[in-house]
């Protein structure tokens, strides 16, 4: 096929395209596509270990505290290593593992999307025979816009209560952050629109009919969406006792933790004036705080996956 012949190809159906491409190594079909029932499976069983992580790693754990402990034990055979984990090579093995928890994304958020990416696909494909690249297409891209309306409240909610404004500013390095989530925004956003899209039954440009629709008027999505809300404004406005932390900064001002929005890590800017953009790490300790960010964490998701159980649109 030539380069033009794979150009229309593609143009005209790009699910086709990507279904029918060609991607071997000796025997191996690396072609992931037609392998998404094998995605499917992966995806439940990264969860499934994420979900055990969590139960015996802790709370407020993270696959980070692993990893760092890992290159830790790498750093006492090869010292390099320790130049990754950003502590001293004097720290045990177990206080590098303990030093980074609670910090970075948390065993949770692995469960949470692993796991919507998993229910999904098998809906779109159990329910409406929607298969290989669409079906990991169409579950990758809601699943990643979920991920970026969360981040992009967590971000400016903490900026705006917290007094931290860097987090939401275009700068490096939370630039990469920023622009990280905006790619899963985009993402996200065209993968919603081009399942709206699909939807529809066309002939040539007349609208005949509409395959499926969003779970909009189910009692579940409403109920959940209403409890979204209620548990962001409980985050927002958190009536309960929590320590709040003065840090003293490098221009000869102090920040004091605002009860509003509390955390269990505190990300402040020592010297606002600096150019990197960055925070140093205050750590506390408050199950319920975390309980509050987790279980919104996944009513968030369940409200999300819920909306986009599509629904036959039933034939007059």
Same mark, same amino acid.
């Given at each position: 096929m030539t380069l033009n012949e794979s150009l229309r190809s593609f143009y005209q159906d790009p699910f086709a395209f990507f279904d %029918?491409?060609?991607?071997?190594?000796? %025997?191996? %079909? $690396?072609n992931l596509f037609q392998k998404y029932k094998r995605l499917q499976k992966t995806s439940l069983g990264i969860a499934m270990f994420c979900l055990g992580a969590w139960v015996v790693c802790g709370?407020?754990?993270?696959?980070?505290?692993?990893?760092?402990? =890992?290159v830790a034990a790498l750093g006492r055979i090869i010292p390099v290593f320790y130049n990754f984990t950003g502590v001293s090579p004097s720290m045990s093995i177990i206080d590098v593992y303990n030093f980074y928890y609670g910090k970075e994304m948390h065993w949770s958020a692995f469960v949470i999307y692993f796991g919507m990416f998993w229910f999904l696909s098998k809906h779109f494909s159990k329910e409406f025979g929607i298969v290989k690249s669409k079906n990991v297409a169409y579950?990758?891209?809601?699943?990643?816009? %979920?991920? =970026?309306?969360f981040e992009y409240f967590w971000i400016y909610s903490f900026a705006y209560w917290q007094n931290q404004w860097w987090v939401g500013t275009w700068a490096m390095p939370q630039l990469r952050i920023l622009f990280q989530n905006l790619g899963f925004l985009t993402v996200g956003i065209f993968g919603v629109l081009y399942l709206w899209i699909d939807s529809y039954i066309l002939k040539d440009k007349e609208i005949l009919g509409?395959?499926?629709?969003?779970?909009?008027?189910? =009692?579940?999505?409403?109920? $959940?969406?209403?409890?979204?809300v209620a548990l962001a404004l409980l985050w927002w406005y958190y009536p309960w006792p929590v320590q709040q932390i003065t840090v003293q900064l490098k221009t000869g001002g102090v920040w004091i933790s605002s009860q509003h929005f509390p955390q269990t890590l505190y990300t402040v800017k020592?010297?606002?004036?600096q150019r990197v953009n960055a925070g140093e790490w205050f750590w506390i300790e408050n199950n319920y705080v975390h309980g509050l960010n987790t279980l919104l964490k996944f009513v968030w998701g369940f409200a999300w996956t819920s909306l986009f159980i599509i629904k036959k649109v039933e034939s007059k």
């Open positions: %029918n491409l060609n991607i071997s190594l000796g %025997n191996n %079909n $690396l709370f407020d754990s993270n696959p980070l505290q692993l990893v760092y402990a =890992a579950a990758a891209s809601i699943t990643f816009f %979920n991920i =970026a309306i509409r395959h499926y629709t969003l779970n909009l008027k189910s =009692a579940m999505t409403i109920s $959940l969406l209403i409890a979204t020592l010297d606002p004036g």
